[in-house]
């Protein structure tokens, strides 16, 4: 008779991963896609990383993600749509509509700019795509990122065949190249679940995804894949990691998988920052009970000799320009 660890075992599974060191030291990273991108982003921020994520809103379709990139390779804008008195930018997210046509353009061309220059001194791109299900625009015939709550009936929804996701990383991946030709690519897959779609939907798209991912990486082996959706689905199997929805990961969830990204691309030193970034970010979160000012001034005092060592071993983190 197996006892109760051994049975507990049986209802785990230990998704391996094999460790790719591609950081050493805290470096500037940027994140597009889904918002599991800025999930992801948010702890590194935690750990006085610099980041920039989604400076387009969240992206979920590989083709829109080809599209925005090819739009920051070559400083041009997207297709403007007009509807009720507005200019839309569907390729993006909600917030890139307004009554001026020239005031969109210029918020545009400002993150278009940002997004180049903070590309081309990243250490890392990391890249989440969230589904494989698009919208066409039929007037334009043009595929969107963001219905932007203009009527359903303009639009069709499509599933992207395999051959055209691949073909789009393949575009995200060139237009990566020509603005930085040395820094790390890593694509995941986003754990949320789009229920929306239905629930044999969310499967295919997944599915599609996940093919078209596995193609490509086994022809550009210079890039890398991080299993976050496996990991969710075979060692977080269980509804306790979830949101209330179903359908988003919760903290727990996300924190696991960081830590897992952390395993599988920091080396010691890395991992040695990380640990450290984390103590002081929970002391400069810690929220004082007392009142006594000499215990507050004190414990300030206390606080800003820690920054200061932090600093000073890693002069680099994006919490250095907190120094006095």
Known sequence: MKNSQDFKNQLYTQFPIQENTIWTNPENLFFMGSCFSTN??????DHFI??????????????????TFQHIQ?????????????????????SFQHSNKDTLEIKIKQNLRAAHDYLDKSNTVFITLGSAWVYKHLE?????????????????????????????LNQIHKSIRAISTQCNIVFTISPVR???DGISENVLSKSHLIVALQSFISQNSQCHYFPSYEIFNEELRDHRYFQPDLAHPNELAIEY????????????????????????????NHKLKTTDPIQISNWQQNLEKKKAEFIYLYPNSAISNQLP
Do not use: W
């Not at 980041?51 to 993600?65: R, W």
């Not at 395993?263 to 991992?271: I, L, Q, R, S």
């Open 74 to 94: 070559n400083q041009t804008l997207p297709t403007l749509i007009h509807y009720e008195n507005s200019e839309h930018a569907l390729l993006f997210d909600t």
């Open 194 to 196: 789009h229920l929306r």
């Open 40 to 45: 992801i982003s948010e702890r590194f921020n």
């Open 257 to 284: 998988i960081f830590k897992r990204l952390i395993e599988v691309y920091g080396d010691e030193t890395f991992k040695e920052f990380m640990d450290k970034a984390s103590a002081l970010n929970q002391l400069m």
């Open 50 to 67: 610099e980041t920039l994520s989604n400076p387009f809103g969240t992206i979920f379709s590989p083709d829109a993600l080809a599209q």
């Open 140 to 168: 334009s015939n043009e595929l969107v990122g963001n219905c932007q709550k203009i009527p359903q009936n303009q639009f069709e929804k499509i599933i992207l065949p395999i051959e055209h996701i691949v073909e789009n």
